[in-house]
Every structure is written in structure tokens, then in C-alpha cells.
């Protein structure tokens, strides 16, 4: 053996180890893994190219981000960012799966709440993940897992376990359940801290089938709306949650939690109301989700998890013995460059902390972390790993992309050999094309998919025998690179995205600094009121509820009172008396709705307002800019 390839041996020893004593010491709880997906067909005859490389092996990714200066010449800015988990196009969801997520389904038979997240823009692979391709025959991981999950509970250990489901969705911050005609529900938080979504249905299933006809049900019952990146584009969060049932007790559970569009976060300035109070909740909701996750990496006393819907209802997720997957998907388009750099510093942000070791990475981490407290900015400074400079004309990517990505499969080269089984684990199970020879595809049908052969007397094997899944286990995540760091912006701008000013350009020089600054106090201002008009609304609604149901007991106590003046001998009194107390009753209660109704009202109003004024003030920018070019020239 030469000396590399011991090397090499001794390096994956050595991480096995690292992962097996982390495992051991209970940790990592939180994985964050990011996934490319292919370029699609709509983005090749657009001609659209890959801007991004993916390193499986070093769990690395670089975006490299075409940009114009003021003087219009172009140039590449390049940025790193290292994960626990680079997938990059040529992986597949089974890869992934055995990778990053079966550890943690194997977590919750060892009675831990996990959590699987696919964050990223619309289109970008989460339902691929996630839900799998039905047309395709693709698995997605809640099959994946149902698979492992039944075959667990094939051990004796576990055989007592049920299981049992529940899938909801959260839009515009009211939940709704997807296995019962998206009833309305509500969480509650009690009196022992423990949040209960009230009413929601749980449902028990016995096979692998059962539980994938119970999602494809609430699958198909998921709010989608259309918009212009995708027709399917959703802009709900989908909770699917697979508990382990000891009896009435809660043994263990997984929550998949399919992420509405994160770019949808923007839309607080969309001309629709509605898709802008969608878009806050969005936006809320996600900067919840990282700080709650950000407060379980650190170990920290008290999660924000009352921050938003989402994290309310995930409460139990996030604290005591529970463990966190987030997968960032992106596509590797120059046309979603922007989109893509957001969603890999989400990513990046959420365990961001604990990384840097010396001080001057900290330091910018410190500032980095205060401007990305804002998700939607789009320009938030990150290392960048080297600026090239090119001529006007010279086209970067002039090689041909798809030639390079087929060079890029290095998970398929590389990894590969590290994976346990799955044939043997997952009976039936479709793989890809890219994996097998399409003789060995014919062999697995859509059948197969939905309805698995009888399981092969190759169950999981139990958990403590079981070779360590193969998750990378970054030990180069301190080196972002820093030769050249960007100036830090004064402020984070949360509503300033790629349709405000034109271009890529260096812009920071010709607009006006104040008018931005105004720009984002109005956005500011917006975001804070359409939080309260969100929960205004839901209180309004729920106090018309209760007037109904008051009004609806008066009207039964002025029967009675009709009723007993009616009789001979009656009290009119009585009967004057108690008509008095019930109108004056009904005029207290109809005020106090009216009053609510009033402040809600002119909150909305007061939303228009600060809209339109934030619109104009958009506008401006983006005309002393195009003023600025025009001089330029
Ligand atoms: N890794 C992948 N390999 C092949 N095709 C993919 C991959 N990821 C996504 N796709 C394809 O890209 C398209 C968009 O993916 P998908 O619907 O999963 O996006 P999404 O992020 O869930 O969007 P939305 O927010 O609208 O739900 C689909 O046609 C899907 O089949």
C-alpha cells in the first residue's frame, strides 16, 4: 500500500472516530447540510450556467458569483463555505439519507425528538428531498424512513412501539390540519410548558404503505400557489410528524419539516396584502427557526422558540434530548445566485458560532451575524475566497458547464464505497438511472415503490452493531477564507432585494446612504405592524367566535325572561330587570368588538400607508441610480 492511500486510510479512520466520540458524548445535535440540485431544463434553454462547485468529500462549497463594477468591468467573486454536508447534483436522496439522516432515526428509537428541515428558495429541491419524484419513481426521505423505521420495529426491543402520524401546515401563521380536510387548529401552550396542537389528527399505521398513503393524503391537501419561479411553489411550511408510541407515551418522534420558499420572506413588499402578511409570517418564522436551532447548538438555557408559529409548535423539538438535520437546498444557477448565497448563509449562520477559533474570525463573524439577522439581505457580507478580475468581454464560464458537472460526481467516486447496503436494507427500493445499470433498474418497479416485496430477512440491524453512518465531520470548518474582506454595511437592509436596484453593480457608492437608511426603517417599521396585524387578526377573529357564542347565550336568557313573563302571575320586575342587565350586556360586548375591529382597521390602513410609502421610496433609489449610471456613461 503507498503512502497516500494509507494516509487517506488513516484521515477516515480518524473521522469514524471523531463522529463515533461525538456520537457518544451526545453530540452533534444539530447537522447542517447543504444539497445542489441539477441544472433544470427551464434554466438550460435559458442558458443559464452552473455557478457552483460541491465538494462531497470536503463538504465544501464554492459559489462563483458573476458581478459588474462601477466601471462595468466583470469580474468573479468567489465565495466558500464549509458544512458538516455538501451534497452536490449527482446525489442522490438515498445517499443522503443514509448519510445525514438515518442516524437521527435511529436517535428517536432511542427516544430522542429529531428533526429533519429542508430549508431553501422555491424550486430549489425541497419536496424532491423530502417528498421524493412520484412521476420519477424517486423515494424521498419520509419513504426512506418509513422503511428503516418498520424494519426497526422488526427488533424485539422495539416491537411493543407504535407508530402513529400527523402532518399540518402552517400558512400565514395559522396551522391546518392535512389529514382531516385542512381544519383549522390551534396551539396551545399548558400549564407544564408543553404545547399541544389542539384537535390535531393523529393517525396509527401498521406498514410502510399505510404511512405513504396517509402522506400522499395530506400531500395532496398542501396550499400550493402559483408564482412566477414555480407553479407548484409553496408557501406553507409542512410539518409531518412520526411518532413512536409506547402505549399512550411518546417514546420517540420525528418531525419532516418541508419549508415554505425562503426567498417568499421578501414578498413583505408585494402589491398583494395578502402575499405580504404570507411573506412576513415566512420571513418571521425562519428567523425563528434559526435562532431556536442556533440556541440548541449552543447549548443555551432559553430557546426563542415563542418567536413564531413554527417554532412554537416545535417547541418540544428543541429542547432536552432531541437532535436537528438542516438540509439548505440551492440551484446552482447564475440566475439564482443571490438566492443561493442567502440560503448557504442561513445555513452557515446556524452553527455558525461555534466555529471560528481565532480572534479576527470571530470578530467578523460578530459583525456578519448582527447584518444576517435580517434573512432577505441580499448582499450580506461573507468571506470571499478570491475576487478575479476579468476583462469586460471575457466570459467566465465559458467552459461548458455540464462538462463540468459531470466531473463533479465526486460523492459517486469517492463516497460511495463508505455506504451501508441500502438494496439489502430497503427491499424494493428504486434507484436512480446515474446509480445502476438500467438491467438492474428494470428490476424495481413503481410497484415496488408504493407496495415493497415481503421484507427480506435482512432487517436493520440493531442499532448498537450497527457500523457508524459515514457523516463527514468537517475538520476544516475554521478555514473560511478571509484574504479579501468586503466592507461591512452600516445597517442590515431587510427589504432591499434584487429588484430594487438594478443589477448586480456596485451600488453602495452612487445611492444615496440616508434614502436606504429611511428605506429600511419604513421596512422595518412595515415588518413590526404586520406582526401585529397578524395577531390582531387572530385574536379578532377568535373574540367573534366567543361574542357569537355570547350572544347565542343571551338570546336563550331573553327567551327565558319572554318565557317566564308569558306565565300568569309573573314579576315584571324580574322581567325588566333582567332585560336591562342582558342589552346592557350585548352593548358592552358588540363595543368591545367594535373597538378591536376599529384598531384593526386602521392598522391595516396604516400598512397601505407605509407600503406605498416604502414603494416610493424604492422607486427613488432605483431612479438616482439609473440617474448615477447614466452620468457614469
Ligand atoms: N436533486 C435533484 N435531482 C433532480 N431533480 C431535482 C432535484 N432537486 C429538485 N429537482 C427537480 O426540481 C424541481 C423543483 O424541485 P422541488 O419541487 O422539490 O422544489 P421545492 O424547493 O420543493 O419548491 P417549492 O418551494 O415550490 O415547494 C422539481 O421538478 C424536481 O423534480
Redesign the pocket.
Known amino acids: 500500500m503507498n503512502m497516500d492511500n494509507e494516509l487517506k486510510i488513516t484521515n477516515q479512520i480518524q473521522k469514524k472516530v471523531k463522529f463515533k466520540m461525538l456520537i457518544e458524548q451526545g453530540e452533534p445535535k444539530i447537522i447542517v447540510a447543504v ?4 441544472l ?1 431544463k427551464k434554466e438550460m434553454n435559458k442558458g443559464d450556467i452552473d455557478i457552483v462547485d460541491v465538494s462531497n468529500q470536503q463538504s465544501q462549497v464554492v459559489v462563483k458569483e458573476q458581478r459588474t463594477k462601477v466601471d462595468l468591468t466583470k469580474y468573479i467573486e468567489e465565495h466558500q463555505f464549509n458544512f458538516d454536508a455538501a451534497f452536490d ?1 449527482n ?1 442522490t ?1 438515498e445517499q443522503l439519507y443514509l448519510q445525514i439522516v438515518r442516524p437521527i432515526v435511529e436517535a428517536a428509537f432511542n427516544r430522542a425528538k429529531v428533526t429533519c428541515f ?1 430549508y ?12 421524493g ?1 412520484y412521476s ?1 419513481r ?1 423515494p424521498g426521505l419520509y419513504l426512506l424512513a418509513a422503511y428503516d423505521i418498520f424494519c426497526l420495529l422488526n427488533n424485539e426491543c422495539y416491537g411493543h412501539l407504535q407508530i402513529s402520524i400527523s402532518f399540518y401546515e402552517i400558512y400565514c401563521g395559522k396551522l391546518f390540519d392535512l389529514l382531516n380536510e385542512r381544519t383549522l387548529l390551534h396551539a396551545r401552550e399548558d400549564a407544564k410548558g408543553n404545547v399541544n396542537v389542539v384537535g390535531l389528527q393523529e393517525r396509527k399505521v401498521q406498514s410502510v404503505e399505510q404511512l405513504m398513503k396517509v402522506i400522499e393524503q395530506g400531500s395532496a391537501s398542501r396550499i ?1 400557489a402559483s408564482n412566477s ?2 407553479n ?3 408557501r406553507s411550511h409542512a410539518i409531518l410528524q412520526i411518532t413512536l408510541k409506547d402505549g399512550n407515551k411518546c417514546h420517540g418522534k420525528l418531525s419532516f419539516i ?1 419549508l ?2 425562503s426567498e417568499r420572506g421578501a414578498d413583505v413588499s408585494d402589491t398583494n396584502k395578502q402575499t405580504r402578511f404570507d411573506g412576513a409570517e415566512i420571513n418571521k418564522s425562519l428567523l425563528a427557526l434559526k435562532e431556536c436551532i442556533r440556541a440548541l447548538d449552543l447549548n443555551k438555557n432559553h430557546t426563542p422558540f415563542r418567536g413564531s408559529k413554527l417554532t412554537l409548535v416545535l417547541k418540544d423539538s428543541f429542547v432536552g434530548n432531541c437532535k436537528t438535520v438542516m438540509i439548505g ?1 440551492f440551484s446552482p444557477s447564475n440566475s439564482s445566485s443571490e438566492h443561493t448565497l442567502n440560503t448557504l448563509r442561513y445555513a452557515d449562520r446556524v452553527k455558525e458560532l461555534k466555529k471560528p477559533n481565532d480572534k479576527e474570525l470571530k470578530d467578523q463573524v460578530t459583525s456578519l451575524d448582527k447584518l444576517a439577522r435580517e434573512l432577505m439581505l441580499p448582499r450580506q457580507q461573507q468571506p470571499i475566497k478570491k475576487q478575479s478580475q476579468v476583462q469586460q468581454q471575457f466570459n467566465p464560464f465559458k467552459n461548458n458547464p455540464l462538462q463540468n458537472y459531470q466531473n463533479q460526481n465526486l460523492f459517486q467516486q469517492q463516497q460511495q464505497p463508505q455506504f451501508l447496503n441500502l438494496q439489502n436494507s430497503i427491499p424494493g427500493m428504486m434507484i436512480p438511472q446515474t446509480q445502476q445499470s438500467s438491467q438492474t433498474q428494470q428490476q424495481y418497479s413503481y410497484q415496488n415503490y408504493i407496495q415493497p416485496p415481503p421484507p427480506q430477512p435482512q432487517p436493520m440491524i440493531p442499532l448498537q452493531q450497527q457500523q457508524q453512518p459515514q457523516l463527514k465531520i468537517n475538520e476544516s470548518k475554521n478555514k473560511h477564507s478571509f484574504q479579501k474582506p468586503t466592507p461591512q454595511l452600516n445597517e442590515p437592509r431587510p427589504y432591499v432585494n434584487e429588484n430594487v436596484l438594478p443589477g448586480p453593480v456596485e451600488r453602495k457608492s452612487k445611492v444615496n446612504q440616508s434614502m436606504e437608511d429611511d428605506l429600511m426603517k419604513i421596512g422595518q417599521k412595515h415588518e413590526q405592524l404586520i406582526s401585529v396585524i397578524l395577531e390582531e387578526e387572530e385574536n379578532l377573529i377568535s373574540n367573534h367566535r366567543s361574542h357569537i357564542d355570547s350572544m347565542v347565550e343571551l338570546v336563550k336568557q331573553e327567551m327565558m325572561l319572554l318565557h317566564n313573563i308569558d306565565k300568569p302571575g309573573s314579576d315584571v320586575d324580574e322581567y325588566v330587570k333582567g332585560l336591562d342587565q342582558i342589552l346592557l350586556t350585548k352593548i358592552e360586548e358588540i363595543q368591545t368588538l367594535q373597538f378591536q375591529l376599529q384598531t384593526f382597521r386602521s392598522h391595516l390602513s396604516e400598512e397601505e400607508t407605509l407600503q406605498k410609502q416604502f414603494y416610493q421610496q424604492r422607486q427613488q433609489i432605483t431612479q438616482q441610480e439609473s440617474e448615477g449610471s447614466e452620468i457614469f456613461k
Open positions: 444539497r445542489k440540485r441539477p433544470n447534483e446525489t436522496n429542508a431553501g428558495q422555491t424550486g430549489s429541491g425541497k419536496t424532491y428531498t423530502m417528498l419524484d420519477e424517486v400550493t419561479s414555480n407548484d411553489s409553496s418541508d415554505a420558499g437546498n
